[in-house]
């Protein structure tokens, strides 16, 4: 079945250390997101990538950071640098860029302790 | 600064009442507008996107429509299975990949 993987589904971390979700696609999507999801808030965009090799900061892009070496993965580390890292972080692909209609994975809820 | 909002933000339902969901919007140029359903602990399922105003989408018991000012999504004679949370988006004209995402209406249809 064609979608996208996210993994852990929840994880949860002390202060002060990194930690790296996981997002890969089948769909052969040229463009990949990553999304915050806050309760109450919409969701932000956080890193997005339209090619494999390159990536572009979203709105809320401090204290994290992406890399996509392959077409099907786009990682995203949160750093310690970020403030408030407890969310549901949401990966998303699409087969182009400059479109709203994003497939979504189902997404990995962080907890900081 | 374009601006995503959506009303109410909690709806009760019974089984075969219908009712809109409303998406007010401010932008500069659209590029489109689109509805998504999300299910408790999962991501986003997209369901429309919508160009122009006067344009309309419907799938099952969903309709989408589009003004130069808001966006509803009418329920036809909903069921419990259509309880989820419907979150709005929108994309300007030359925003590149960023949608604007509204904090979304929580629905929940009672038998």
């Known amino acids: 079945d064609g979608g996208i993987t996210q993994s852990p589904k929840y994880l949860f971390r002390k202060e002060g250390q990194n930690v790296t979700l996981s997002c890969e696609q089948n769909?052969?999507?040229?463009?990949m997101y990553w999304y915050r999801q806050d309760p109450g808030q919409g969701l932000r965009l956080i890193y997005y990538?339209?090619?494999?090799?390159?990536?572009q900061k979203g709105d809320i892009a401090e204290g994290y950071s992406v890399s996509r070496e392959k077409k099907e993965s786009f990682p995203l580390t949160v750093t310690s640098a970020q403030k408030n890292p407890t969310a549901f972080y949401l990966c998303?692909?699409?087969?182009?860029?400059?479109?709203?209609?994003?497939?979504f994975g189902e997404g990995s809820r962080l907890t900081v302790l | 600064e374009d601006q995503v909002t959506q009303s109410p933000e909690a709806l009760r339902l019974q089984e075969g009442e219908s009712s809109s969901l409303n998406c007010s919007y401010t932008?500069?140029?659209?590029?489109?507008l689109f509805w998504y359903r999300q299910d408790p602990g999962k991501g986003p399922e997209f369901l429309f996107t919508?160009?122009?105003a006067g344009e309309e989408k419907e799938k099952e018991r969903l309709k989408a429509t589009l003004t130069k000012k808001e966006s509803f999504l009418h329920i036809t004679a909903p069921k419990p299975e259509d309880s989820a949370t419907y979150l709005c988006?929108?994309?300007?004209?030359?925003?590149?990949?960023?949608?604007?995402f509204g904090t979304g209406t929580q629905l929940k249809v009672e038998l």
């Open positions: 998303a692909s699409s087969p182009r860029a400059n479109t709203g209609e994003l497939f």
């Open positions: 769909l052969n999507h040229d463009a």
């Open positions: 990538s339209q090619i494999v090799n390159d990536f």
């Open positions: 932008v500069s140029g659209l590029r489109g």
């Open positions: 919508l160009y122009s």
């Open positions: 988006a929108l994309l300007r004209e030359g925003g590149g990949n960023k949608l604007t």
